[in-house]
């Protein structure tokens, strides 16, 4: 199996739900596009999806770089804490903004992790 592509598959449908998940507070909360302010509790699923694209931009290419010089379990195992993270981050952040802390460091720190393979692999292979 390849682990890598899954888990990276895995962190795009993850994104397209969350994005879902907007069109979803948008109706209910009516707030009409193209605002992307208005009702708090929309504001909130937004704001997870908006950084759920901010760390994908960091995660994606580390994920594959650090793939070419580290097994590959290794590297999918990392991203799975990622996507774990992702979900925490967003079921915390829809109840209460200021509780989304362990799911920030779960996203966060294995973004930093593979962004370290990556560049150890490259400098030193």
């Given at each position: 199996?390849?682990?890598?592509?899954?888990?990276?598959?895995?962190v795009v449908l993850q994104y397209?739900?969350?994005?879902?998940?907007?069109?979803r507070a948008r109706g209910r909360f009516g707030v009409?596009?193209?605002?992307?302010t208005g009702h708090e509790n929309f504001e909130?699923?937004?704001?997870?999806q908006m950084n759920t694209l901010e760390l994908?931009?960091?995660?994606?290419?580390?994920l594959f770089v650090a793939a070419r010089f580290w097994p590959a379990q290794w590297v999918a195992a990392i991203g799975a804490v990622y996507l774990v993270g992702r979900f925490?981050?967003?079921?915390?952040?829809?109840r209460a903004p200021a509780s989304r802390g362990l799911g920030f460091g779960l996203s966060m720190?294995?973004?930093?992790?593979?962004?370290?393979?990556?560049?150890?692999?490259?400098?030193?292979?």
């Amino acid at each position: 199996m390849h682990y890598v592509e899954l888990v990276a598959m895995l962190v795009v449908l993850q994104y397209l739900y969350f994005i879902v998940q907007v069109g979803r507070a948008r109706g209910r909360f009516g707030v009409k596009a193209p605002a992307v302010t208005g009702h708090e509790n929309f504001e909130r699923a937004y704001r997870v999806q908006m950084n759920t694209l901010e760390l994908m931009v960091a995660l994606l290419p580390a994920l594959f770089v650090a793939a070419r010089f580290w097994p590959a379990q290794w590297v999918a195992a990392i991203g799975a804490v990622y996507l774990v993270g992702r979900f925490i981050y967003w079921r915390a952040y829809i109840r209460a903004p200021a509780s989304r802390g362990l799911g920030f460091g779960l996203s966060m720190l294995p973004v930093i992790a593979l962004l370290v393979m990556a560049l150890i692999g490259a400098v030193t292979r």
